[in-house]
């Protein structure tokens, strides 16, 4: 079992930055593959970024060049920085967890593929 929290989220003006954080709080035994989620409004939930090391991770195209992912070197941290936010990048952002049992992260973007995840933080941009 895997307890996450995810912070950092808040109102930021087109064009700006934001930086969300993922705290891993507690941790069952063994590795986990992370990668961040995120569910607008009558929207399904969506994989933004997932990590396949360290600080390289596989992005959405939606996102791609605009947003980071990477992890602390404890691993008990996960961070997104995210850059020319646009309006369509607000949704509520959850950070979420995979038990490794394969040894290895494929950068998954695929929802079903996890099993933990957050209460989440807002993101909206504004126009």
């Known amino acids: 079992q895997v307890q996450l929290l995810e912070s950092g989220g808040g109102t930021v003006q087109a064009g700006g930055s934001l930086n969300l954080s993922c705290t891993i709080v507690?941790?069952?035994?063994?590795?986990?593959?992370m990668g961040w989620f995120r569910q607008a409004p009558g929207k399904e939930r969506e994989g933004v970024a997932a990590?396949?090391?360290?600080?390289?991770?596989k992005y959405s195209e939606s996102v791609e060049g605009r947003f980071t992912m990477s992890q602390s070197g404890s691993k008990r941290a996960l961070t997104l920085r995210m850059n020319d936010l646009k309006h369509e990048d607000t949704a509520m952002y959850f950070c979420?967890?995979?038990?490794?049992?394969?040894?290895?992260?494929?950068?998954?973007?695929?929802?079903?593929?996890?099993?933990?995840w957050g209460q989440g933080t807002q993101v909206t941009v504004s126009s």
């Open positions: 507690k941790q069952s035994a063994g590795g986990h593959c």
């Open positions: 990590l396949i090391r360290e600080k390289t991770a």
């Open positions: 979420e967890a995979a038990e490794n049992i394969r040894g290895y992260c494929s950068g998954s973007l695929k929802e079903t593929d996890y099993s933990e």
